[in-house]
């Protein structure tokens, strides 16, 4: 399907527009003198990850699949009704979530659950149709929902204060990392195996470790589900542990395949700095250390997870996405098809968008090292530039699905 017939897409081009817009708000609203917090973390959050993530990912992953196992893709009326749960789903959490309606607010977690459950329905009629054992790569795939399910339920029991051996933190955390570097982390390492090479122009530089990514990624991301929901927190390590090494692995096999293909194109470049993003509050831990019992911890973990989405998540999307829009994607798994065919020298993305973003994400972190004036000042600077960075991406998604 055309991008510019794709109902998904459009949503997502929408729901971009409604970040750049958050972003710009939140950076007014705290500057000096301005009007303050507009209250916008839980909706900034959710605008990129429901919002433009999820939305591309329904969007793109059940053709997909489709065409790498060599079968139909599942009946439209599927697709409309996946379309219809997911965005009156949203639709509802956005009224319902900020308001404090949990009836509302659940209503809407239902039918987004609904919604995934229908595409996972899908997406394993088309695996068995096939009779085909999938790579790596569709594997992540297959398994990124049932984390976002999982994610959906312990929403649900944040907003009815459902009983857990972790309680409501530990509902939250495991909601949290359900998400994040469950369903997102398995998607975003997905796509990047199999359409990173078409971003350089060369196959993956070691396609051998494609598998043992996987199961990292799988495991540490499960532990790391359980581990606050249990209240088991000496478990985070266990969990810790493996999601490291194998998004280590990612970003490494990512590496050595631009160094090989020998151009670094923005789209490329965006990816690989926002995974240095997952790696920030490790490397800003010393610094909150030495800052003793100053910092506010409600603070450093709002900041810790705006970084994390609108520096890794955003990131990532800022690279791919015009690049899955553009039709610059494989038509083999990545690790045993042929070599890619070369993408022009500039490729997908802009430069603007990559400086900016990062830019940005890093002068919200400096904002907790110092004092509070200078603290708003940071932070409003970070989200100008972070507006600055959706503006090329939303005129390069618009862009894509004007084309016939």
Not at 141 to 149: D, E, K, Q
Not at 336 to 359: C, F, I, K, T
Request: aromatic letters at 10%; a positive charge.
């Amino acid at each position: 399907m055309s991008p510019a017939l794709n109902p998904f897409y459009w949503m997502a081009g929408l729901y971009a527009c409604a970040g750049l817009l958050a972003a710009a708000l939140t950076g007014l609203g705290t500057l000096p003198g301005a009007a303050g917090s507009l209250g916008l973390s839980w909706l900034r959050v959710h605008l990129i990850t429901v919002g433009v993530v999820t939305q591309i990912v329904f969007g793109t992953l059940p053709g997909v699949l489709a065409r790498r196992l060599g079968v139909p893709q599942g009946p439209g009326h599927r697709r409309g009704l996946e379309w219809l749960l997911l965005n009156l789903g949203f639709a509802l959490l956005l009224v319902g979530k900020p308001a404090g309606d949990r009836l509302w607010a659940t209503l809407g977690a239902v039918l987004v659950l609904a919604a995934v459950a229908v595409l996972l329905q899908g997406l394993l009629q088309t695996w068995r149709r096939s009779g085909q054992p999938t790579g790596p790569g569709l594997r992540l795939y297959l398994t990124a929902p049932w984390f976002l399910l999982t994610g959906i339920t312990l929403a649900v029991a944040l907003f009815w204060n459902w009983p857990a051996p972790g309680g409501r933190d530990g509902i939250l955390e495991a909601h949290i990392h359900a998400n994040v570097w469950g369903f997102v982390s398995l998607m975003f390492a997905g796509t990047l195996l199999n359409w990173f090479p078409h971003l350089v122009g060369r196959p993956l530089a070691a396609p051998g470790w494609a598998g043992p990514t996987y199961w990292l990624l799988t495991v540490g991301a499960a532990i790391l589900v359980a581990a606050p929901w249990l209240g088991i927190m000496p478990l985070m390590v266990g969990g810790l542990l493996p999601f490291a090494a194998g998004t280590l692995a990612l970003v490494v096999n990512l590496l050595l395949t631009a160094r090989a293909a020998g151009r670094w194109p923005p789209a490329a470049a965006h990816i690989l700095l926002a995974y240095g993003w997952v790696f920030a509050p490790a490397l800003f831990a010393p610094l909150l250390l030495l800052a003793g019992g100053t910092m506010d911890p409600a603070r450093v973990q709002v900041v810790a997870v705006q970084g994390l989405i609108n520096g890794w998540v955003l990131g990532v999307a800022m690279g791919a996405a015009p690049a899955v829009l553009g039709g610059h994607g494989p038509a083999a798994e990545a690790a045993a098809g042929p070599a890619p065919e070369p993408v022009p020298a500039a490729g997908p993305g802009s430069w603007l968008s990559v400086w900016a973003l990062n830019l940005g994400v890093a002068l919200i972190w400096v904002g907790i090292l110092v004092s509070p004036a200078v603290q708003a000042w940071c932070t409003g600077a970070g989200y100008a530039a972070i507006t600055m960075a959706w503006v090329p991406f939303v005129r390069a998604v618009w862009r894509s699905l004007s084309r016939a």
